[in-house]
Structure formats: C-alpha cells, structure tokens
C-alpha cells in the first residue's frame, strides 16, 4: 500500500446539542426572545466555523508541506495539535463559559480563534503552524461549549427548540463535507494559507454581530473552580486522545510498506495507562468535591449517559465513512481533491433538507423512534459501502449510500441531542454541552486509530493474497484492489459501531415524547 493523507479533524467538533433550560437565570415562563433568530444565526455561523475548521486543513496539508518543508512524519501535527487541544479542554472550557458567562466566553473564543487562524495562515515554518493549530483548539474548545450553552437560553418553546436543533444537525452533520469542497477549492484557486485567514473574516464579523444581539447568561449559585478536577480531566483527556492518535500514525517502511504505530507501542501503552489512571482520579473527586467540574449526575442519568455512548459511537463509527470515502476518492478513483470534496456534497445537502423534517418530527413522535430508525439506516449504509470495488460508478454504489447515510445522521444527531441534555439545568448548561463534543472527539479520534490499524492489516493481508497467486505488488491494480479490502474491513467495523449504538437506543434511552423538556423544564441551580 501507498502511503495515504488521513483526514484525522473530519468530525472534529461536529458535536451537536443544546441544553434545555429557562431564561438565563432560571426563571421559567419569560417571553421568547425576539431576537432569537438572529442569535440563532450567530451561533450557526460559530458552530460552522468550527466544524469547517476540523476537515478543510486536511485537503491543504500537502501545499502547506511543501512550502514550509514539513518532513512527512511531522505533518500529521497540523491536524493533532488541534486535536489535542480542542479534546483536552473541551470541560475546562464549558465550565468557564458557564461561570464567566456564555456571551463573553463566546466572544472572547471568536477573537481568539481568529487571531489563531491569523497566526498559522502567516506561518513561516513547521513551529509556527502547529503552535497556531493548537491555539485553534483551545478557543474552540472554549467557543463550543458557550455557543451550545447560548441556545439553551434563547429556545424555550419546544417546536422552536426543535428547529434550533434541526438547524445544528444540518450545520453538524454536513459541515465536515463542505470544509473539504472549501479546503479543495481555497487552496487550488488561492493558496492553502486561505484555508486559515478564511476564518478571520468570519469569527471578527461574528463577533461583532454576536455583541449586539446575543444576550449574557451565566451560572449562578457556587461558582468556584474546581482546580484540580480541571487538572485531571483536561491532562486525562489530552492523554487520552494522544494515545489514540499516536496508535493510528501512520509509518512506511523501507520496503513500502505501511502500517500504524500500533497499540503495543511503548508510547501508545504509557499514554493510555495514564489517560485511565488520570479520568479515574477525576471521577472520585468529583463524587467528593462541593462544586464540581462534571457533576455526576449528568452523566449518570441513564438518558443522558445513553446519548453520550451513542455519540461517541457515532464519532467513532462516522470516520470509516470520511476517512475511507476520502483515500478512495482520491487514491483509487483518481479525484482531484477538490472534486473529492464534491463527490460528498449529496451527504451534507440531503442531511441539511431532511435535519428539518426530523426537527419537526421530534415533538410529534419523540427521539427514540427517531434514533432507533436512524441508526438502522446508518448500518444499512455502511454495508452498502462495501459494494465499492476499485471500478465502481459512483452514482450506482457511492451516491446512494451517501443518501442513505444522510437520511440516518439527520434521525440521530438531532433526537440524540435532545434526550443527552434533557433536563440539565441552567448552572450546568456549558459543561454539559460540552460532554456532548467531548464524546464525539474522543469517538472520533478513537475510531481514526481502531479503524486505521484494522484497514491496514486486512489491506496487507489482501496484498499478500494477491502477489502470492502470481499479481505484480507494485502494478496500481494490486494496490487498488487490496486497499479497497482494507475499506471494507473499516466500513464494516462502522457498522458494527452504529449496531452497537443502536442496541444502547433500544435498551438505555427511556425518553419518550412526553418527555422531551418543556418551556421552563429545567431550572438554574
């Protein structure tokens, strides 16, 4: 096998969710906010930002290397320094927002973010990109959770906070899809730095409308940090996600050959070990502490601790389809990688149209059926994908299990949503928006790792299959073919996740229609 590119920000805060909740400070019953559309606008137009942010760099990482002379194995730091940094932060970061107030929290994010893409779209070197990346990511990990939390104060009416939820299951779900068609199109026509300073308009002029309609809410009652549990989870969570992300690195041998770092690696173990030792520690102390970073009870109830395994089991399982689709687009079909990026436009398009129509349909039949039905699609479209051959039409395998997959994600990432923050209240509303993305980073960075190492092995063996009845290794039809059967291998073990999410819909999630909050449902402490 060659070695590929992996697009490891694909779902990168693709999180969605919006905590439900009253007024800012609790008080049921208020009037709705006439300016809540325009909030709305606001918040999507941040939510994009980020998600755009997590897959268009993918695309212009080779005119970046080449320009600033990235060797190969370092490359892979443009995108895991974001990574690292989002994924640790993310409960640091909606703690803050809670208690320093989510309309600040969000505008400080949006400057900072913007000043980041500044820095790493003017880099002069490898240092300076990846500094720049990690920046990124820690004021995204601040922006998420306080745009999330923002919606929970502006939405009270349940249809109205269907369609918000609609709106950042369109926004989520498709957004990974358009940051490649924008990565694609920025850096043949432009420059791959545009894939950065495009940000800067964006957050500043979002920032500037965000001042004069959002409106400040923040957590009231005992607000004091939770020091060391800010400690423990945010270097658990960053050891964590580093783990994964080393395993998954991809290495290529003097003969060719390309395999992952592997999950017996010295490095790999350690990180893993202490991710274990460091979460561990923080979940005892926050059975102790007075105010804690996570209270326990958001995720022990078992609505809400269901939603979160399914998120993580659908970042997990979401990146057999971004990672794989994209390497074979481009490496097998021979696409340009702008055409790559279009080549997943029906995904986002038809998950934008058909988010609305699960938006209305949440409040007439509640989430699990929604969830349930949706998951069964997403499976049923991940074995559609292992009808691929190195020969396919796209328009008679590829287009309709994209579709289908689309019609799945709309069914779950919105209902999933809603029932992982039902009934958390005001005081909590950041750190708990913010468990939602911190369970699909890790989902994602977990399945970029499983998925990697089991594509490449069953490529090799398939590889091995090949040249021993006699096919030339090095011919580009022996290549093709067996990096296929190693998609298929990861396609599969999408499928596999999405079952298994589906069992935890059946089983777990109690939440019915009746139960979806209502105006005024929940109450700040």
């Excluded at 069953?458 to 006699?470: Q, Y």
Aim: with cysteine; aromatic share 8%; hydrophobic share 55%.
């Amino acid at each position: 096998m060659t070695d590929h590119p992996t697009p490891a920000g694909a779902a990168t805060g693709a999180a969605t969710g919006v905590v439900t909740g009253a007024d800012p400070t609790g008080a049921p019953g208020l009037e709705p906010d006439p300016r809540r559309w325009r909030i709305l606008g606001v918040i999507a137009i941040t939510q994009l930002m980020l998600v755009l942010d997590g897959s268009i760099m993918n695309i212009a990482l080779p005119s970046a290397a080449e320009e600033l002379r990235i060797a190969d194995n370092d490359l892979q730091w443009a995108i895991t320094a974001y990574t690292l940094a989002f994924g640790g932060l993310l409960l640091l970061g909606g703690r803050v927002a809670d208690y320093l107030g989510r309309k600040r929290a969000m505008l400080i994010g949006l400057v900072g973010f913007a000043v980041a893409s500044a820095i790493g779209g003017a880099a002069t070197n490898a240092g300076m990109l990846f500094g720049a990346r990690a920046l990124q990511g820690v004021f995204g990990a601040l922006l998420a959770p306080a745009a999330l939390a923002l919606v929970t104060v502006t939405f009270t009416e349940p249809r109205e906070r269907a369609k918000a939820f609609g709106v950042f299951g369109a926004i989520s779900g498709g957004g990974a899809a358009i940051g490649l068609i924008a990565g694609g199109a920025l850096t043949e026509f432009l420059d791959w730095r545009w894939c950065l300073f495009v940000n800067l308009p964006i957050a500043l002029v979002t920032a500037f409308v965000g001042a004069r309609v959002l409106r400040e809410s923040k957590a009231h009652g005992d607000t004091r940090f939770d020091i060391p549990g800010a400690l423990l989870s945010t270097f658990g969570l960053l050891a964590l996600v580093y783990g994964f992300t080393e395993a998954a690195r991809r290495v290529t041998a003097p003969d060719g050959t390309v395999t992952t770092v592997g999950w017996t690696d010295p490095l790999v173990v350690g990180l893993l070990v202490a991710a274990v030792v460091l979460l561990t520690a923080f979940v005892l102390l926050e059975r102790k502490v007075r105010n804690p970073l996570l209270p326990l009870r958001i995720v022990l109830d078992r609505n809400r601790g269901g939603s979160y395994a399914i998120f993580l089991l659908i970042g997990a399982g979401l990146m057999s389809m971004f990672l794989f689709m994209t390497l074979y687009f481009q490496y097998v079909m021979g696409y340009e990688p702008l055409r790559a990026g279009f080549a997943f436009l029906p995904f986002s398009l038809v998950l934008i149209v058909f988010a609305g129509v699960v938006a209305r349909l949440l409040p007439q039949v509640g989430p699990k059926p929604l969830m349930v039905t949706g998951l069964v699609l997403a499976t049923v479209a991940m074995l559609l994908l292992t009808r691929t051959q190195p020969d396919s039409d796209y328009w008679t395998t590829v287009f309709p299990a994209l579709v289908v997959l689309s019609l799945g994600m709309a069914m779950v990432f919105i209902p999933v949503s809603s029932t992982a923050l039902v009934g958390v209240g005001g005081h909590d509303a950041g750190v708990a928006s913010a468990m939602l993305n911190t369970s699909q980073q890790v989902g994602a960075s977990l399945g970029i790792a499983l998925l990697n190492t089991l594509a490449l092995a069953a490529a090799s063996d398939k590889l091995t299959s090949l040249v021993a009845g006699g096919a030339d290794p090095a011919a580009p039809a022996t290549q093709a073919t067996a990096s296929v059967a190693g998609y298929h291998v990861a396609f599969l073990a999408g499928a596999v996740m999405f079952v298994i999410a589906l069992l935890i819909a059946a089983t777990v999630i109690a939440a019915r229609r009746d139960d979806l909050p209502t105006e005024g449902a929940a109450v700040a402490a």
